[in-house]
C-alpha cells in the first residue's frame, strides 16, 4: 500500500517540474542552447533535487531553498535573459503553482476530512490518497490557467517589478 503514496508523491513531484517548464516557456525567450535542452534542463534537475531530498532525506523546509538555489543556478546556465526575469519567473511559479495549491488543498481537506488529513500506513503517517489526487488536479488546472494568461507575455521587466513581485514573495514564503 505504502507504494501507491510513492507513486503519487511521485506524479505531484512531476506536476511541480512541468509547472515550472510552464512559467519558464512563458517569461524565459532567450535559450543559450537548443531551445528543448534549455527549457527541460531546469525542470529536469528541480525533478531530481526535489525526489532525492524527499526520499532520501529529512531537511524538512530547508528543502525548498535547495531546490530554488538549484533551478535559479540552472537558469542562470541555460537562459540569456536578464536575472530580472529568471528571479520574477521562479517566484511566480512557487508562489503560485507550488504553495498555492498545496495551501488550498490542505484547507480544503481539513475542513472536509474535520482536520484528519493523514492516515498510517505500516508505520508511516502519509497524506490521504484523496489529497494527493487534489493536488494534482488543482495543480493541473492551475498549470493550463497561467500558461493561457501568460503565453504572449512579452513585458519587459524592470527593477520595480522584481521589488513589488519579491516583496509578495517573501509574504507567501514567510505564512508558508
Not at 492551475?142 to 509578495?168: A, M, S
Amino acid at each position: 500500500m505504502i507504494h501507491v503514496y510513492h507513486l503519487l508523491d511521485f506524479i505531484v513531484t512531476l506536476t511541480e517540474s512541468f509547472s515550472l517548464c510552464v512559467l519558464i516557456s512563458c517569461f524565459l525567450k532567450q535559450p543559450r542552447f537548443s531551445r528543448r535542452i534549455s527549457f527541460l534542463s531546469p525542470s529536469v534537475v528541480l525533478f531530481g533535487v526535489a525526489f532525492t531530498t524527499t526520499r532520501f532525506s529529512s531537511i524538512g523546509a530547508l528543502k525548498i531553498f535547495l531546490i530554488m538555489g538549484s533551478v535559479f543556478f540552472m537558469l542562470l546556465c541555460c537562459f540569456k535573459d536578464p536575472i530580472i526575469s529568471m528571479i520574477v519567473a521562479l517566484e511566480i511559479w512557487f508562489a503560485s503553482l507550488i504553495i498555492l495549491p498545496e495551501r488550498a488543498i490542505l484547507v480544503l481537506a481539513g475542513w472536509l476530512w474535520n482536520e484528519s488529513i493523514t492516515i498510517d500506513v505500516t508505520g508511516t503517517a502519509v497524506i490521504k490518497w484523496e489529497i494527493y489526487l487534489l493536488n494534482i488536479l488543482l495543480r493541473s488546472l492551475l498549470i493550463v490557467c497561467v500558461y493561457k494568461l501568460l503565453r504572449n507575455f512579452k513585458y519587459t521587466l524592470h527593477i520595480g517589478d522584481l521589488i513589488v513581485i519579491t516583496i509578495d514573495f517573501l509574504i507567501v514564503l514567510f505564512m508558508f
